[in-house]
Structure formats: C-alpha cells, structure tokens
C-alpha cells in the first residue's frame, strides 16, 4: 500500500517508531513534533493520512485538527495518552476521524491507517464534477458516481468518514440503520461501543446539511434503533 502520511507528535521517538512501521508498509512518512509545523505540512502536502498528538507545544493537536479541517478532508488520526469516552467524542467532534490511545498495539495502529487510506482513495475527489446520477431529497443533491453532496446548490464538504456514512443511508433512503452496522460497515470491523462513535460523526454531517441541527428533516435518528435518511424532506 503507498501514500502520504503526516505524524506529529512532539515525543520524537515515538514519531520516528510510528515511521519506520509505516515506511515498512510502503507509505511515505512526513514527521512534525508541534501542531504549528504539522499544520504547515498539511497545507502544502499532498496527504492521505494525519497521525496526531493532543498534548503538543506551540498549538495543540485539536486545534490543529480544528484548523486543518478548515481546508482539508483527509483523514485524521488522534493518538492520545488520554482513554476516556468524552476525550475520545471530543476528538471525533472536533474533525477526526479516528481515536487510537496510549500505549498502542502497533499492529491496530497500521490496520487503522490501511483502513483510512483506502476508504479515502476509494471515495476519490468528492469534490470532483458533478455527473449524471444523482439523488435529490429536498434540499439536498446527491451525486452517486463522485460521492458529492450538495444543499441548495452549494457544496457539502465532507470528510471521507462523513462521505462514506452519508453514503450508506442515502443510497437506501428511508431504511434505518443501527449504529454497530454504520460502525462495521465504515470501518470495515467489529462494532464495539461504536455508538459514541458513530453518534459524534452522524452530529457534524447534521451540522453540514441541516438548516437547524437540533431538528433535523434528512437525517433522523430512530430511538432504540439507529439512524436513516429521510425520503422526502420539505
């Protein structure tokens, strides 16, 4: 597997112990140890994959994160000593896409990146030209061939975590969706505890595509059950 990855950690052994395992995978490695040089890589690189600290000098890594999303929809990964659930839906609210703790197994870390990146390749440009089929609930367009989403003609700027979710419940509108099934098929694994996940991501695309959040009129939550797409929204 190839592509470009960005770890950032201010623990320089850790960084350097992180590139050489995904250098043995094939992966080029950019390497920052503060949020303010890795947010002036990310801007100028051409990434797939950031792989982030919290605690760092200079900006920290959810402001980093903050900032990075401004601009860019390639994944993001937070790597934290910090292993409660409210760090880890902090994180997730924050852009990211996935939470890994501290210490981890290196093994997971590389089955995470090999997951993000190819989820990210797959969805391709989501910002790419609009093609011919398309679903239209609403306010909401939908292009099926470039995954990109629209709402009132404006563009819908999604991340590929975001993409792929979205994916899922408008290609079959009406059909509920309980989380642990988002969670397995997203990420490609077994669902453990993935309500909060899956809860944090399911608010940001609200946040994108609703006029009011709190009230949605596309995506519903179906309580005790899971999640869905309306099929007509007003």
Known sequence: MSGNILVVDDDKEIVQAIAIN???EGFRVFKAYDGLEALEIAMSQDLQLIIIDVMMPKLDGLSAVLKIRERKNFPIMILSAKSEDTDKVLGLSMGADDYLTKPF???ELIARVKSQVRRYTTLGDIHAKTGGKTIEIGRLCYDLETRSLFADGEPVHLTATESKIFDLLIRNAG??????EIYERVWNEPAFSAENTVMVHIRRIREKIELNPKEPEYLKVVWG???KIEKHGR
Request: charged residues 20%; hydrophobic residues 40%; aromatic residues 14%.
């Open 22 to 24: 995904l250098e043995q």
């Open 105 to 107: 197994n290196s093994m």
């Open 175 to 180: 059909r509920i969706f309980p989380a642990e």
């Open 225 to 227: 059950i899971g999640y």
